[in-house]
Protein backbone atom coordinates (compact mmCIF):
# COMPACT_ATOMS: atom_id res chain seq x y z
CA UNK A 1 0.00 0.00 0.00
CA UNK A 2 2.68 2.10 -1.09
CA UNK A 3 3.98 3.41 2.34
CA UNK A 4 0.72 4.73 3.70
CA UNK A 5 -0.77 2.77 7.15
CA UNK A 6 -3.65 3.68 8.92
CA UNK A 7 -5.16 3.61 12.05
CA UNK A 8 -7.06 2.26 14.05
CA UNK A 9 -8.12 -0.68 11.27
CA UNK A 10 -11.40 -0.89 12.58
CA UNK A 11 -13.16 0.62 15.32
CA UNK A 12 -16.41 0.58 17.10
CA UNK A 13 -18.42 3.77 18.73
CA UNK A 14 -20.99 4.92 19.86
CA UNK A 15 -23.58 7.84 18.42
CA UNK A 16 -22.27 11.20 19.72
CA UNK A 17 -18.41 10.42 20.65
CA UNK A 18 -15.39 12.00 19.06
CA UNK A 19 -13.68 9.65 16.80
CA UNK A 20 -9.99 10.76 15.68
CA UNK A 21 -8.73 8.32 12.35
CA UNK A 22 -5.02 8.73 11.57
CA UNK A 23 -3.29 8.62 7.97
CA UNK A 24 0.64 8.41 8.02
CA UNK A 25 2.59 8.48 4.98
CA UNK A 26 6.29 7.47 4.01
CA UNK A 27 6.59 8.51 1.23
CA UNK A 28 7.03 12.58 0.98
CA UNK A 29 4.06 13.10 -1.02
CA UNK A 30 2.24 16.86 -0.95
CA UNK A 31 -1.36 16.07 -1.09
CA UNK A 32 -3.39 13.86 1.32
CA UNK A 33 -6.81 12.88 1.05
CA UNK A 34 -9.65 11.30 2.91
CA UNK A 35 -12.33 9.62 1.42
CA UNK A 36 -15.36 7.18 2.77
CA UNK A 37 -16.76 4.20 0.75
CA UNK A 38 -20.21 3.25 1.10
CA UNK A 39 -22.45 0.54 -1.01
CA UNK A 40 -24.11 2.23 -3.99
CA UNK A 41 -21.87 5.49 -3.77
CA UNK A 42 -18.10 4.31 -4.69
CA UNK A 43 -15.67 6.72 -2.71
CA UNK A 44 -16.34 10.29 -2.16
CA UNK A 45 -14.11 12.81 -1.12
CA UNK A 46 -14.46 13.74 2.38
CA UNK A 47 -11.15 16.39 2.83
CA UNK A 48 -8.39 17.00 1.21
CA UNK A 49 -4.60 18.67 1.88
CA UNK A 50 -2.18 20.26 -0.31
CA UNK A 51 0.26 20.56 2.16
CA UNK A 52 1.06 21.55 6.62
CA UNK A 53 -1.78 22.99 7.69
CA UNK A 54 -3.12 23.26 3.83
CA UNK A 55 -6.35 21.86 3.73
CA UNK A 56 -10.44 22.03 1.93
CA UNK A 57 -13.36 20.42 1.98
CA UNK A 58 -14.27 17.76 -0.41
CA UNK A 59 -17.76 16.66 -1.45
CA UNK A 60 -18.93 15.02 1.55
CA UNK A 61 -17.72 17.28 4.74
CA UNK A 62 -19.71 18.24 6.66
CA UNK A 63 -19.21 16.76 10.39
CA UNK A 64 -15.73 16.14 9.31
CA UNK A 65 -12.57 18.00 10.25
CA UNK A 66 -9.14 17.41 9.34
CA UNK A 67 -5.78 18.99 10.71
CA UNK A 68 -2.17 18.42 9.23
CA UNK A 69 0.70 19.23 11.43
CA UNK A 70 3.18 17.54 10.14
CA UNK A 71 4.12 16.00 5.89
CA UNK A 72 3.45 12.36 6.93
CA UNK A 73 0.47 12.83 9.64
CA UNK A 74 -3.45 13.43 8.27
CA UNK A 75 -6.00 13.27 10.91
CA UNK A 76 -9.67 12.80 10.47
CA UNK A 77 -12.10 14.02 13.26
CA UNK A 78 -15.62 13.27 13.72
CA UNK A 79 -16.87 15.70 15.83
CA UNK A 80 -19.74 13.54 17.57
CA UNK A 81 -20.18 11.04 15.51
CA UNK A 82 -23.61 9.52 13.78
CA UNK A 83 -25.09 6.02 12.66
CA UNK A 84 -24.79 7.76 8.96
CA UNK A 85 -20.66 8.45 9.10
CA UNK A 86 -20.71 4.27 9.67
CA UNK A 87 -18.02 3.31 6.92
CA UNK A 88 -15.05 2.26 5.62
CA UNK A 89 -12.53 5.22 5.27
CA UNK A 90 -9.67 5.57 3.24
CA UNK A 91 -6.59 7.89 2.88
CA UNK A 92 -4.67 8.75 0.00
CA UNK A 93 -1.91 10.29 -0.99
CA UNK A 94 -0.24 11.78 -4.46
CA UNK A 95 2.67 13.85 -5.37
CA UNK A 96 2.51 17.28 -7.06
CA UNK A 97 1.35 17.83 -10.48
CA UNK A 98 2.25 20.44 -12.64
CA UNK A 99 0.08 21.67 -14.62
CA UNK A 100 -0.50 20.08 -17.85
CA UNK A 101 2.05 17.03 -17.39
CA UNK A 102 1.58 13.63 -16.59
CA UNK A 103 -0.68 12.58 -14.03
CA UNK A 104 0.87 11.38 -10.40
CA UNK A 105 -1.00 8.03 -9.58
CA UNK A 106 -2.81 8.46 -6.31
CA UNK A 107 -2.06 6.00 -3.43
CA UNK A 108 -4.68 4.11 -1.15
CA UNK A 109 -4.40 2.92 1.74
CA UNK A 110 -5.80 -0.34 3.34
CA UNK A 111 -8.59 1.50 5.02
CA UNK A 112 -10.16 2.10 8.56
CA UNK A 113 -13.88 0.02 9.16
CA UNK A 114 -16.11 2.52 11.49
CA UNK A 115 -18.60 1.42 12.45
CA UNK A 116 -20.93 3.83 14.54
CA UNK A 117 -23.81 2.09 17.12
CA UNK B 1 -21.63 18.07 -13.12
CA UNK B 2 -19.68 16.12 -11.42
CA UNK B 3 -21.03 12.66 -11.61
CA UNK B 4 -19.60 9.82 -13.24
CA UNK B 5 -21.82 6.86 -13.68
CA UNK B 6 -20.51 3.32 -14.10
CA UNK B 7 -22.60 0.43 -15.64
CA UNK B 8 -23.18 -2.66 -14.39
CA UNK B 9 -23.34 -2.38 -10.76
CA UNK B 10 -22.34 -6.20 -10.95
CA UNK B 11 -21.21 -9.05 -13.35
CA UNK B 12 -20.01 -12.54 -14.37
CA UNK B 13 -18.01 -13.56 -16.47
CA UNK B 14 -16.84 -16.92 -17.13
CA UNK B 15 -13.14 -17.73 -17.45
CA UNK B 16 -11.75 -16.75 -20.37
CA UNK B 17 -14.49 -14.60 -21.37
CA UNK B 18 -14.57 -10.97 -21.94
CA UNK B 19 -15.94 -8.46 -19.26
CA UNK B 20 -17.05 -4.72 -20.03
CA UNK B 21 -17.92 -2.01 -17.33
CA UNK B 22 -19.03 1.34 -18.57
CA UNK B 23 -18.98 4.45 -17.51
CA UNK B 24 -19.62 7.97 -18.65
CA UNK B 25 -19.26 11.15 -17.58
CA UNK B 26 -20.79 15.46 -17.69
CA UNK B 27 -18.05 17.82 -17.24
CA UNK B 28 -16.07 18.30 -19.85
CA UNK B 29 -13.44 19.61 -18.15
CA UNK B 30 -12.27 16.36 -16.87
CA UNK B 31 -9.00 15.51 -18.81
CA UNK B 32 -8.08 12.06 -16.82
CA UNK B 33 -10.16 8.89 -16.52
CA UNK B 34 -8.33 6.01 -14.36
CA UNK B 35 -9.66 2.81 -13.75
CA UNK B 36 -9.19 1.71 -9.86
CA UNK B 37 -9.42 -2.18 -9.06
CA UNK B 38 -10.09 -3.26 -5.38
CA UNK B 39 -9.74 -6.65 -4.17
CA UNK B 40 -11.86 -7.38 -0.64
CA UNK B 41 -10.55 -5.73 2.57
CA UNK B 42 -8.08 -3.63 0.72
CA UNK B 43 -7.63 0.06 -0.72
CA UNK B 44 -8.45 0.45 -4.30
CA UNK B 45 -5.30 0.26 -6.71
CA UNK B 46 -4.69 2.03 -9.83
CA UNK B 47 -4.96 -0.36 -12.97
CA UNK B 48 -4.94 2.05 -16.04
CA UNK B 49 -5.81 5.68 -17.11
CA UNK B 50 -6.33 7.56 -20.21
CA UNK B 51 -6.14 10.39 -20.99
CA UNK B 52 -8.94 12.50 -23.74
CA UNK B 53 -6.09 12.11 -26.51
CA UNK B 54 -6.31 8.87 -27.25
CA UNK B 55 -9.34 6.76 -28.26
CA UNK B 56 -7.77 3.45 -26.65
CA UNK B 57 -5.30 2.52 -24.10
CA UNK B 58 -4.15 -1.24 -23.96
CA UNK B 59 -1.58 -2.92 -20.80
CA UNK B 60 -1.98 -6.44 -21.44
CA UNK B 61 -5.66 -8.03 -21.03
CA UNK B 62 -6.67 -4.61 -20.12
CA UNK B 63 -8.59 -1.72 -22.40
CA UNK B 64 -9.90 1.59 -21.83
CA UNK B 65 -11.46 3.02 -25.16
CA UNK B 66 -12.63 6.38 -24.71
CA UNK B 67 -15.67 7.86 -27.02
CA UNK B 68 -14.80 12.08 -25.89
CA UNK B 69 -18.13 12.99 -27.94
CA UNK B 70 -20.34 11.05 -26.34
CA UNK B 71 -18.71 11.86 -22.83
CA UNK B 72 -18.50 7.89 -22.13
CA UNK B 73 -15.23 5.51 -21.56
CA UNK B 74 -14.74 1.82 -21.23
CA UNK B 75 -12.45 -1.16 -19.34
CA UNK B 76 -12.59 -4.01 -21.40
CA UNK B 77 -10.99 -7.25 -19.50
CA UNK B 78 -9.88 -9.56 -22.08
CA UNK B 79 -9.56 -13.34 -21.32
CA UNK B 80 -11.15 -12.88 -17.75
CA UNK B 81 -9.58 -14.72 -15.05
CA UNK B 82 -10.65 -16.04 -11.49
CA UNK B 83 -7.94 -13.61 -9.98
CA UNK B 84 -9.62 -10.56 -11.71
CA UNK B 85 -12.49 -11.23 -9.58
CA UNK B 86 -12.95 -7.72 -7.72
CA UNK B 87 -14.35 -4.30 -7.60
CA UNK B 88 -13.89 -2.01 -10.42
CA UNK B 89 -13.84 1.93 -10.18
CA UNK B 90 -13.96 4.29 -12.56
CA UNK B 91 -13.23 7.87 -12.06
CA UNK B 92 -12.22 11.54 -13.50
CA UNK B 93 -10.53 14.53 -12.90
CA UNK B 94 -9.46 17.69 -14.34
CA UNK B 95 -5.31 18.18 -14.54
CA UNK B 96 -5.12 21.03 -12.25
CA UNK B 97 -2.28 20.39 -9.99
CA UNK B 98 -3.47 17.58 -8.06
CA UNK B 99 -5.71 14.46 -8.36
CA UNK B 100 -9.57 15.85 -7.06
CA UNK B 101 -11.14 12.07 -8.26
CA UNK B 102 -15.07 11.92 -9.30
CA UNK B 103 -15.46 8.19 -8.98
CA UNK B 104 -18.19 5.82 -10.20
CA UNK B 105 -20.10 3.61 -8.19
CA UNK B 106 -18.36 0.81 -8.66
CA UNK B 107 -18.88 -2.81 -10.38
CA UNK B 108 -18.54 -5.86 -8.54
CA UNK B 109 -16.99 -8.25 -11.37
CA UNK B 110 -16.87 -12.43 -10.60
CA UNK B 111 -15.25 -14.31 -13.07
CA UNK B 112 -16.48 -18.06 -12.70
CA UNK B 113 -13.88 -20.96 -12.83
Known amino acids: DAGITQSPRHKVTETGTPVTLRCHQT?????MYWYRQDPGHGLRLIHYSYGVKDTDKGEVSDGYSVSRSKTEDFLLTLESATSSQTSVYFC????????????????FGPGTRLTVT | QQQVKQSPQSLIVQKGGISIINCAYE??????FPWYQQFPGKGPALLIA?????SEKKEGRFTISFNKSAKQFSLHIMDSQPGDSATYFCAASMNTGFQKLVFGTGTRLLVSP
Open chain 1, 27 to 31: ENHRY
Open chain 2, 27 to 32: NTAFDY
Open chain 1, 92 to 107: AISEFLPSGGAPYEQY
Open chain 2, 50 to 54: IRPDV
